[in-house]
């Protein structure tokens, strides 16, 4: 039987909805965990760019987040007032400033490092299916984004 016109426009047939009610789900899985160590689900993501490569600058930290730079200077206000991480003017460049996690950030990488696995453990996917999705996912947003 074929599909209707009026089957294109059905909510349940739209990836963009399949994607966005899956990050609402990913967001409400991370929320109570990362309460536990008081961080925000942008916050999170920032600080794993900086425990990847610490000393790095806001224009850095916006593109590996794929983010505007005007979007993430609350986060880095907030994670500033909990003394996660400093901004410090580049010692070879003063004209760059320089995002770096203090004492007390990198110490918190130590208490998040089993969030990656807790959350892959509540997904239900064994890990081939994961690097399956998450690859397939990278491709479309790649994909998506040479149209933007």
Not at 58 to 72: F, H, P, V, W
Request: hydrophobic share 35%; glycine share 4%; aromatic share 4%.
């Amino acid at each position: 039987m074929a599909k209707s016109q009026d089957d294109n426009l059905r909510l349940d047939n739209q990836l963009c909805f399949s994607l966005y009610s899956t990050s609402l789900a990913m967001g409400k899985l991370y929320k109570p965990i990362l309460d536990e160590l008081g961080l925000t689900y942008p916050q999170y993501l920032m600080m794993m760019v900086l425990w990847e490569q610490d000393g790095i600058t806001i224009t850095d930290l916006s593109a590996r987040l794929m983010q505007d730079k005007g979007a993430l200077s609350p986060v880095i206000r907030r994670l500033e007032r909990q003394d996660l991480i400093e901004r410090r003017r580049d010692p070879q460049d003063d004209r760059r400033v320089l995002i770096q996690l203090s004492a007390a950030g990198r110490r918190l990488q130590q208490q998040a490092k089993d969030i990656p696995e807790r959350v892959f453990c509540i997904s239900g996917l064994d890990e081939k299916t994961a690097r399956k999705l998450k690859l397939q996912l990278d491709t479309l947003r790649d994909t998506l984004n040479t149209h933007l």
